[in-house]
């Protein structure tokens, strides 16, 4: 179990004070489960996730793991980035086995773990590849592989599908869902995408800009797996859409957008 307790995050700014991000978060994710944050740009998802992963300290509070204090960064934590972050002098395929190899796991293990991955994000025929001769789209894949190589407990994944066509995208959600379901990593997964988060998760956190960090916290019921034309999926999504549009948005006034919006939902 992970719980956020009491946390604050504060940046130095540029001007010289600093921006308070995250003001008094408190949160609990059970073990195996599987949840979405969604809320608009800039107000701390991926800052959270940084928080979790041990990347960067709160400015007030703590995070714990199992009531373990988390300090920095641990293996029990595998991490997806929004821009892949590969070794760009291995192949693919090294760059999958490489945190295999760190472990000291049986070269025929590596092998066929490394195989059995590629193969399930697509990648199998450019296992050789260095990552400057791959698009960004499969660069993100070999990232997610090498992360699902060392079956970590936590998974933090911030934005990774959003380089990706909408066919890959899909079909990476399912191949997500199946790993999910066999060995169960709490799975926290930031998304600007209401379909992809009423699709893949149990909880949708939604997220607003400092002092109301946590605007809702959504159980999702919809059996899995899940049918997106069903009336159900689409009555969860227009549930989360209207939460999400009391919150501002950095492209339009907020006035503005509720007045389209709801003249959207009324036309449904
Ligand atoms: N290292 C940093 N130093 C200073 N300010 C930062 C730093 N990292 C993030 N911020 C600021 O914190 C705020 C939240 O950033 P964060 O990246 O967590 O937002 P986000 O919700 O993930 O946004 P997006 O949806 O655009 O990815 C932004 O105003 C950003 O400028
Ligand atoms: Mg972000």
Redesign the pocket.
């Known amino acids: 179990m992970i719980t956020v307790k009491n946390v604050s995050k504060s940046?130095a700014t540029a001007r010289g004070d600093t921006?308070t991000?995250l003001t008094d978060i408190n949160l609990t994710f059970e073990a195996g489960e599987f949840v979405c944050l969604l809320?608009p740009?800039?107000?701390?998802?991926?800052?959270l996730i940084n928080l979790i992963a041990g990347f960067i300290s709160p400015s007030k509070g703590e995070l714990f793991i199992n009531q373990k204090a988390i300090t920095g960064p641990g293996p029990e934590r595998g991490v997806v980035f929004q821009d892949p972050t590969l070794f760009p002098w291995l192949t693919a395929h090294q760059n999958v086995a490489f945190g295999l190899r760190q472990r000291r796991r049986e070269d025929q293990y590596c092998a066929a773990k490394t195989s059995e991955l590629l193969e399930l994000v697509g990648m199998k025929r450019h296992a050789n590849a260095y990552p400057h001769t791959l698009s960004g789209g499969m660069r993100q894949r070999i990232a997610i592989a090498r992360v699902l190589a060392l079956n970590p407990k936590v998974l933090l994944m911030d934005e990774p599908f959003c380089n990706l066509d909408i066919n890959s995208r899909e079909y990476l959600q399912d191949k997500l869902l199946e790993v999910w379901g066999s060995f169960k990593p709490t799975t926290i997964y930031?998304t600007?995408s209401v379909e992809e988060a009423v699709y893949l998760s149990d909880r949708v956190i939604i997220m607003g800009p400092a002092p109301r960090c946590i605007v809702d916290n959504h159980p999702i019921r919809l059996k899995r797996p899940r049918n997106r034309l069903s009336n159900n999926f689409n009555n969860v999504m227009t549930t989360l859409r209207i939460s999400l549009d009391t919150l501002p948005c950095c492209l339009a006034p907020l006035e503005k957008r509720v007045k389209r919006n709801s003249h959207e939902i009324q036309n449904r």
């Open positions: 940046y921006d991000v809320g740009s800039g107000c701390g998802k991926t800052t930031v600007h």
